[in-house]
T-cell receptor, first 112, second 114 residues
Framework: RKEVEQDPGPFNVPEGATVAFNCTYSNSASQSFFWYRQDCRKEPKLLMSVYSSGNEDGRFTAQLNRASQYISLLIRDSKLSDSATYLCVVISRGYTGNQFYFGTGTSLTVIP | ETGVTQTPRHLVMGMTNKKSLKCEQHLGHNAMYWYKQSAKKPLELMFVYSLEERVENNSVPSRFSPECPNSSHLFLHLHTLQPEDSALYLC?????????????FGPGTRLLVL
């Protein structure tokens, strides 16, 4: 079983729509969670951290469900500029230190 | 943004060549990382350096050799690569290597091995 799994999509949504992505992780002892955004042929950039209590940044809301071992990202009022690949990142404690696990990414295209 | 820079941005090399990728971070961070990103695969962590010591090496082939002379610079020396090593190589840095640290990525070096 993969450490981190994401639905690759693609998700094609109209402008103004609300879209949600989930990411599941296999290690129940995982400690930290992030969402990154990667534009085509560019490097990943941090979008937001994911806290147990859930957190919101403008149109973006991230949530963590430890019982079911998944994190989610909700985007409200989608903009054309939201089109990108969204990567979830899970940090787990390994034998020699912290292991960073990346999902394969979920592709989002916002259509005019 | 110039927090983490990488050179060269593109590299084409033959299987017998020796080349080096360079990464420099201007953020005052103590940890640096090399990642490989291949098409349709998740990012693979290759090496982690924390306070200039290698912390993890995830069984990367010996044809990849990292070097971290100080906390701001990281190199990846390439020797007798294979075509399947063609990928985007990303450098990242973070304040520490502990849980919860945010990583900042460089623009990457797109490598093609012929």
């Amino acid at each position: 079983r993969k450490e981190v799994e994401q639905d690759p999509g693609p998700f094609n949504v109209p402008e103004g729509a609300t879209v949600a992505f989930n990411c599941t992780y296999s290690n129940s002892a995982s400690q930290s969670f992030f969402w990154y955004r990667q534009d085509c042929r560019k490097e990943p950039k941090l979008l937001m951290s994911v806290y147990s209590s859930g957190n919101e940044d403008g149109r973006f809301t991230a949530q963590l469900n430890r019982a079911s071992q998944y994190i989610s990202l909700l985007i409200r009022d989608s903009k054309l500029s939201d089109s990108a690949t969204y990567l979830c990142v899970v940090i787990s404690r390994g034998y020699t230190g912290n292991q960073f696990y990346f999902g394969t990414g979920t592709s989002l295209t916002v259509i005019p | 943004e110039t927090g983490v820079t990488q050179t060269p941005r593109h590299l084409v090399m033959g299987m017998t060549n020796k080349k080096s990728l360079k990464c420099e971070q201007h953020l005052g961070h103590n940890a640096m990382y090399w990642y490989k990103q291949s098409a349709k695969k998740p990012l693979e962590l290759m090496f982690v350096y924390s306070l200039e010591e290698r912390v993890e090496n995830n069984s990367v082939p010996s044809r990849f050799s990292p070097e971290c002379p100080n906390s701001s610079h990281l190199f990846l020396h390439l020797h007798t690569l294979q075509p399947e090593d063609s990928a985007l190589y990303l450098c990242a840095s973070s304040q520490g290597s502990g849980s919860g640290e945010t990583q900042y990525f460089g623009p990457g070096t797109r490598l093609l091995v012929l």
